[in-house]
Structure formats: structure tokens, C-alpha cells
């Protein structure tokens, strides 16, 4: 059985920074792409980032860009979200799913339960 | 940057057929746009419903379709079920990004 079991989230203060945890059982990570999609108060969903399952290449919204990064540990079977220079905006329910397939364009089948980030001084 | 455009609320009654539709702004949505549709219920994560236009997961239930219509993709119910009310998001592939539209509201009434 999939699971995905995210951590991490709390709140941060504007400009601050926070590491996103998504431990990954019943399959190997290494083996799909991953994703980090996100949700604000009362919104809808926002793809964040994105993991090739195939040769690592990494790919994230254009606003993140640059202050989000996507990593993996496959000895872990973990995925990660760094998240920097945090704004007000990036306040949302931040959910890992698990791809489909290897290739990043399928998009998600499992979903994590979400953790939440909140930005504010 | 890509919008995609589905309906905001739409209303069946039970045993009914409702079709969901999800535009791009880029033109045509064809298969390379990969359309994958998702369910979410109220305080819920969300749950993988189709891919790739037409796919099924092994736990979607057979009323559920995918196509592609009029240029946009397309998300069918038929013989809607009470349970069936939730807020609907499908998700396109365009240009090296992903981008959800913005949901449907499905009122069973």
C-alpha cells in the first residue's frame, strides 16, 4: 500500500525558510516522478514542483522559481522541499503526491495528507 | 503563463449525466497535454480520478470518463451518485509546467 506522510510544516516569519519532508512507503521513490502541489486558505490546488522519476530533472511553478528546490533521497526513500525566502503568499496546505509514472507529464495517482505552512511576522 | 478555464459550479440531480470541461489558454488541449482530473472533498486531500485524458486508476469508479471535446478536456459523470458532490480540478501539462485550472463545484441536487 502507498503512503506518503509529509512534515515539516508550521509558521515562519516572512523571508524565512522551511524544509518539507515526505517519507514514501510501498514503492520506490527513485522508480516515479514526484510532486509538491499546494493549497491556500479557501483556494485551489497549485503544482509547486516536480521530480523526474527517470533522470532526476527537476521542475518548479514560476513562483517559486528560485526560492523553492525539490530533492530526493532514494537511500531514504524521502522527498524534500526546501522552501527560502518565504512570503506571505506561500501560506497553503502543501501536499506530496506520487506520480503515475517516470515520466514527470502523467501527473499524480497518491496523495499525501498535507502539511501546513503558515508565513507570518 | 497558462490559465486553464473549467466551469466554477455546476448542478446534476442523482442518476443524472454532467459533463466537466477544462480549457487552456494556450488553444486546443489535445493527449500531449496529458489531462488528468482529481477530486476533492471538503477538508480532504485530494484524490486522482483520470490521466492521460482517458485512464482510469484501479479505484475510479466506471461512471467516471475522460475525452477530449470542442478543443478542451472533458471529465463525464453519468448516473450521478450523492457522493459524487465535490469540487473537481483537472490538470494540464504545457510547456514544461503543470497547471491546475481553477475547479468545478458539483452541487447533486
Known amino acids: 500500500e502507498v503512503q506518503l506522510l509529509e512534515s515539516g510544516g508550521g509558521l515562519v516569519q516572512p523571508g524565512g525558510s522551511l524544509r518539507l519532508s515526505c517519507a514514501a512507503s510501498?514503492?520506490?521513490?527513485?522508480?516515479?516522478?514526484m510532486y509538491w502541489v499546494r493549497q491556500s486558505p479557501g483556494k485551489g490546488l497549485e503544482w509547486v514542483s516536480g521530480?523526474?522519476?527517470?533522470?532526476?530533472?527537476?521542475y518548479n511553478a514560476d513562483s517559486v522559481k528560485g526560492r523553492f528546490t525539490i530533492s530526493r533521497d532514494n537511500s531514504k526513500n524521502t522527498l524534500y522541499l526546501q522552501m527560502n525566502s518565504l512570503r506571505a503568499e506561500d501560506t497553503a496546505v502543501y501536499y506530496c503526491?506520487?506520480?503515475?509514472?517516470?515520466?514527470?507529464?502523467?501527473?499524480?495517482?497518491?496523495w499525501g495528507q498535507g502539511t501546513t505552512v503558515t508565513v507570518s511576522s | 503563463q497558462t490559465v486553464v478555464t473549467q466551469e466554477p459550479s455546476l448542478t446534476v440531480s442523482p442518476g443524472g449525466t454532467v459533463t466537466l470541461t477544462c480549457a487552456s489558454s494556450?488553444?486546443?488541449?489535445?493527449?500531449?497535454?496529458?489531462p488528468s482530473w482529481f477530486q476533492q472533498k471538503p477538508g480532504q486531500a485530494p484524490r486522482a480520478l483520470l490521466y492521460s485524458t482517458t485512464n482510469k486508476h484501479s479505484w475510479t469508479p466506471a461512471r467516471f470518463s475522460g475525452s477530449l471535446l470542442g478543443g478542451k478536456a472533458a471529465l463525464t459523470l453519468s448516473g450521478v451518485q450523492p457522493e459524487d458532490e465535490a469540487e473537481y480540478y483537472c490538470?494540464?501539462?504545457?510547456?514544461?509546467?503543470?497547471?491546475f485550472g481553477g475547479g468545478t463545484k458539483l452541487t447533486v441536487l
Open positions: 510501498g514503492f520506490t521513490l527513485s522508480n516515479y516522478a
Open positions: 521530480i523526474s522519476g527517470s533522470d532526476g530533472s527537476t
Open positions: 494556450t488553444g486546443t488541449v489535445t493527449s500531449s497535454y496529458y
Open positions: 490538470l494540464l501539462y504545457n510547456a514544461g509546467g503543470l497547471v
Open positions: 503526491a506520487k506520480g503515475v509514472k517516470m515520466r514527470y507529464f502523467y501527473g499524480m495517482d497518491d
